[in-house]
Nanobody, 123 residues
Framework: QVQLVESGGGLVQTGGSLRLSCAAS??????VGWFRQAPGTEREFVAA????????YYTESVKGRFTISRDNAKNTVNLQMNRLKPEDTAVYYC??????????????????WGQGTQVTVSS
Protein backbone atom coordinates (compact mmCIF):
# COMPACT_ATOMS: atom_id res chain seq x y z
CA GLN A 1 0.00 0.00 0.00
CA VAL A 2 1.05 3.54 -0.72
CA GLN A 3 -0.56 6.42 1.11
CA LEU A 4 -0.57 9.75 -0.70
CA VAL A 5 -1.39 13.12 0.81
CA GLU A 6 -1.68 16.29 -1.24
CA SER A 7 -1.21 19.80 0.08
CA GLY A 8 -0.73 23.32 -1.21
CA GLY A 9 -4.07 24.07 -2.78
CA GLY A 10 -5.89 27.34 -2.27
CA LEU A 11 -7.40 30.43 -3.84
CA VAL A 12 -5.31 32.51 -6.23
CA GLN A 13 -5.97 35.22 -8.78
CA THR A 14 -5.53 34.76 -12.50
CA GLY A 15 -1.86 34.85 -13.36
CA GLY A 16 -0.79 33.74 -9.91
CA SER A 17 1.12 30.67 -8.78
CA LEU A 18 0.64 27.72 -6.48
CA ARG A 19 2.85 24.80 -5.57
CA LEU A 20 1.18 21.49 -4.84
CA SER A 21 2.96 18.74 -2.96
CA CYS A 22 2.26 15.04 -2.76
CA ALA A 23 3.79 13.15 0.14
CA ALA A 24 4.02 9.38 0.04
CA SER A 25 4.34 6.77 2.77
CA UNK A 26 4.19 3.03 2.78
CA UNK A 27 5.86 0.86 0.23
CA UNK A 28 7.96 2.10 -2.69
CA UNK A 29 6.26 4.24 -5.24
CA UNK A 30 7.17 4.58 -8.89
CA UNK A 31 5.86 6.89 -11.59
CA VAL A 32 3.56 9.57 -10.22
CA GLY A 33 0.90 11.58 -11.93
CA TRP A 34 -1.23 14.61 -11.16
CA PHE A 35 -4.85 14.68 -12.27
CA ARG A 36 -7.60 17.22 -11.79
CA GLN A 37 -11.36 17.17 -11.72
CA ALA A 38 -13.67 20.13 -12.06
CA PRO A 39 -17.34 19.87 -11.03
CA GLY A 40 -19.37 17.90 -13.54
CA THR A 41 -16.36 16.74 -15.51
CA GLU A 42 -14.23 13.62 -15.79
CA ARG A 43 -10.95 13.41 -13.95
CA GLU A 44 -8.25 14.45 -16.39
CA PHE A 45 -4.53 13.96 -16.65
CA VAL A 46 -2.29 16.95 -15.92
CA ALA A 47 1.32 15.77 -15.62
CA ALA A 48 3.41 12.74 -14.73
CA UNK A 49 6.99 11.98 -13.77
CA UNK A 50 9.07 8.82 -13.89
CA UNK A 51 10.56 7.25 -10.78
CA UNK A 52 13.97 8.75 -11.48
CA UNK A 53 12.56 12.13 -12.36
CA UNK A 54 14.30 12.03 -15.71
CA UNK A 55 11.10 11.83 -17.73
CA UNK A 56 8.08 14.08 -17.50
CA TYR A 57 4.93 14.47 -19.54
CA TYR A 58 2.26 17.17 -19.58
CA THR A 59 -1.14 17.67 -21.02
CA GLU A 60 -1.05 20.31 -23.72
CA SER A 61 -3.00 22.94 -21.81
CA VAL A 62 -0.43 23.21 -19.02
CA LYS A 63 2.81 22.94 -20.98
CA GLY A 64 5.08 25.87 -20.24
CA ARG A 65 3.08 26.82 -17.14
CA PHE A 66 3.26 23.77 -14.87
CA THR A 67 6.36 21.87 -13.78
CA ILE A 68 6.37 18.48 -12.08
CA SER A 69 9.35 17.40 -10.00
CA ARG A 70 10.19 14.88 -7.32
CA ASP A 71 12.52 14.34 -4.39
CA ASN A 72 12.75 10.63 -3.69
CA ALA A 73 14.82 11.21 -0.55
CA LYS A 74 11.83 13.07 0.88
CA ASN A 75 9.19 10.92 -0.84
CA THR A 76 7.54 13.96 -2.37
CA VAL A 77 6.35 15.00 -5.80
CA ASN A 78 5.60 18.64 -6.49
CA LEU A 79 3.57 20.45 -9.09
CA GLN A 80 4.58 24.06 -9.59
CA MET A 81 1.73 25.90 -11.28
CA ASN A 82 2.42 29.32 -12.78
CA ARG A 83 0.30 31.74 -14.82
CA LEU A 84 -2.83 30.12 -13.50
CA LYS A 85 -6.10 30.54 -15.35
CA PRO A 86 -9.72 30.20 -14.18
CA GLU A 87 -10.00 27.01 -16.23
CA ASP A 88 -7.33 25.46 -13.99
CA THR A 89 -9.86 25.49 -11.14
CA ALA A 90 -10.39 21.91 -9.95
CA VAL A 91 -9.60 19.40 -7.27
CA TYR A 92 -6.08 18.15 -7.91
CA TYR A 93 -5.10 14.57 -7.14
CA CYS A 94 -1.77 12.84 -7.12
CA UNK A 95 -1.57 9.16 -7.94
CA UNK A 96 1.09 6.50 -8.23
CA UNK A 97 1.33 3.69 -10.72
CA UNK A 98 3.14 0.43 -10.10
CA UNK A 99 3.48 -0.71 -13.70
CA UNK A 100 2.96 2.49 -15.64
CA UNK A 101 5.31 5.26 -16.62
CA UNK A 102 5.50 9.00 -17.09
CA UNK A 103 3.36 8.44 -20.20
CA UNK A 104 0.52 6.92 -18.22
CA UNK A 105 -2.39 9.31 -18.75
CA UNK A 106 -5.42 7.17 -17.95
CA UNK A 107 -6.85 6.99 -14.44
CA UNK A 108 -7.09 3.19 -14.57
CA UNK A 109 -3.31 2.97 -14.93
CA UNK A 110 -2.86 4.31 -11.41
CA UNK A 111 -3.12 2.18 -8.30
CA UNK A 112 -3.07 4.63 -5.42
CA TRP A 113 -4.67 8.04 -5.05
CA GLY A 114 -4.57 10.89 -2.62
CA GLN A 115 -7.66 12.63 -1.25
CA GLY A 116 -7.24 15.71 -3.43
CA THR A 117 -6.63 19.39 -2.82
CA GLN A 118 -8.79 22.24 -4.12
CA VAL A 119 -7.31 24.84 -6.45
CA THR A 120 -9.47 27.86 -7.23
CA VAL A 121 -8.37 30.54 -9.67
CA SER A 122 -10.43 33.72 -9.59
CA SER A 123 -10.85 35.92 -12.63
Amino acid sequence: QVQLVESGGGLVQTGGSLRLSCAASGRSWYAVGWFRQAPGTEREFVAAISWSGAYTYYTESVKGRFTISRDNAKNTVNLQMNRLKPEDTAVYYCASTTYGSSRSVQTHEYDYWGQGTQVTVSS
